[in-house]
């Protein structure tokens, strides 16, 4: 069965610094990756997504980005993390269409 | 229209009692559509599924109104470890390879 990992749960950072998330799929090949935030009592918010190694689409201009460096890894980077970056920052795996997606457990930022 | 709407709530319903939400959408096209539930301060997890025959598992029963673009999800004999907040979903305009998230619902089941 298919499991997808997130680290670190929860992430306290000082504003300026840098991020580095990583979510990890296992148990399917190929699949679709996203990123998604979620702020506190709000919606889900797209960030990015990938349908392969080294093909990334962002959602939001903003001061994050995105890597594939293998086909079941994702990590969402910062260089200088702003207050407005505090959320749940959740990764999903989804199959060829897409439609159907799958959470990791998440990791919950606070930028202070 | 925005993609997807919902009633953000709180429901607030007894043991027990019925409860339904609905979740309209603006994109014609959609042939699927999902129901997750999240508890606080959790990830979302896949409910359901909702395809024009509708679907039903045990207590939940999601059904499609293609004339009026609204999916529903309803819940019989409400328990209290049903209270979560329920998000719509549904494929993104857009792309095939994205979907839209609801705000979400809020149940509180109530003993």
Redesign the interface.
Known sequence: SQTIHQWPATLVQPVGSPLSLECTVEGTSNP?L?W?RQAAG???Q?LF?S?GIGQISSEVPQNLSASRPQDRQFILSSKKLLLSDSG?Y?CAW?G???????????T?LTVL | RKEVEQDPGPFNVPEGATVAFNCTYSNSASQSFFWYRQDCRKEPKLLMSVYSSGNEDGRFTAQLNRASQYISLLIRDSKLSDSATYLCVVPFSGGYQKVTFGTGTKLQVIP
């Not at chain 1, 060829?96 to 998440?106: I, S």
């Open positions: 679709n996203y998604y709000r919606g889900l797209l997504y349908v749940f959740l989804g060829l269409a897409g439609v159907e997606q799958f959470f990791g457990p998440g919950r």
